[in-house]
């Protein structure tokens, strides 16, 4: 089982908080950092100092870590231009010496939208521009040097481009997909992603959501094993009793809550609840740190837990 951690920080956060995450994930030999990508904060948080663009943050990492992986859950394609995305996440790519991954997905936060003025067309646009998005990036990425790559769709039209630059990895940076649509993201993720994804969602749950789209990729003559299954849950780890509730009443949440609908409790309990998720099919869990400023949090889970679930 791999772990990586998986950050929030519309919720309020710099690019220094960030950055002294990823270095620590970085040191405890985690297998990926991964940020949100949101201008807006959820809840009752007021959100200061405010967000962080999700490109411009992984640009930085590239070079302010070494070896770490770095990527998102999920890029929403109603904020970038297919063709520009493709751009900035090759140039990422580049700068980190071939690190990035890039989940995207339809976007659902209607607020944010409205709150920075970004258009939020109906549920069926914003998934026709989704399908799109992810022809548009991968033909790019895979159009060999030298060659043109053109896309006439719907939404959005490419002619004659050149599909520069390349990204370092070959044929291109790996491409996650997740949610919970019963009919298109299932048919996305087997044509055009490396992963599918399930954000916080109960183990029982999760056997017949990836088997939808292991049936999926079967429908195209795709083998369903080319795929990387994963989970994205909050963690809540803490050394004893007092330790979990001190780190679940810092992220505003009830100790009993996250220990059905997360990763809640000592390095062997947590470790025991991962074990569950991989019986279910879970080959990757993104761990959901919400509070960015508990390294010693990151420690422990990297210390403790890490090592007890490399053999799941």
């Not at 063709?83 to 690190?99: K, P, T």
Request: one cysteine or more.
């Amino acid at each position: 089982m791999e772990l990586r951690i998986f950050t929030e920080p519309q919720q309020g956060a710099t690019y220094d908080d960030l950055l002294a995450v990823a270095l620590a994930a970085e040191e405890h030999g985690f297998g990926a950092f991964f940020r949100s990508d949101h201008y807006l904060a959820m809840g009752d948080g007021d959100g200061l100092p405010g967000p962080t663009d999700a490109w411009t943050t992984l640009a930085g990492l590239a070079r302010d870590t070494s070896t770490i992986r770095l990527g998102t859950l999920m890029t929403s394609a109603t904020f970038r231009h297919p063709g520009v995305l493709a751009i900035q996440v090759a140039q990422v790519d580049q700068m980190s010496g071939g690190r990035v991954e890039i989940g995207l997905g339809a976007g659902w936060f209607v607020q944010e939208h409205e709150a920075y003025g970004i258009p939020f067309p109906s549920t069926g646009e914003r998934f026709d521009r989704f399908e799109e998005q992810l022809a548009i990036l991968t033909g790019l990425w895979e159009t060999p040097s030298g060659e043109t790559f053109s896309f006439d769709g719907k939404h959005y039209t490419l002619s004659d481009s050149p599909a520069l630059p390349k990204p370092v990895q070959a044929p291109r940076p790996p491409v996650l997909v997740g949610g919970h649509g019963l009919r298109r993201t299932p048919a996305l993720t087997a044509r055009y992603a490396d992963e599918f994804n399930l954000p916080f969602t109960l183990p029982d749950e999760h056997r017949a959501k990836y088997d939808r789209v292991r049936a999926a990729c079967e429908e195209i003559g795709r083998d369903p094993d080319d795929l990387t299954y994963s989970s994205a849950l909050v963690v809540c780890c803490g050394r004893d009793d007092a330790e979990i509730r001190r780190r679940a009443a810092a992220i505003g949440r009830d100790v009993d809550e996250l220990r059905t609908n997360g990763l809640c409790g000592t390095p062997d309990e947590v470790a025991e609840r991962i074990a569950v998720f991989a019986r279910e099919g879970s080959q990757r869990i993104y761990l959901q740190v919400l509070d960015l400023a508990d390294l010693d949090h990151v420690a422990l889970l990297g210390e403790q837990v890490l090592p007890a679930v490399a053999d799941v």
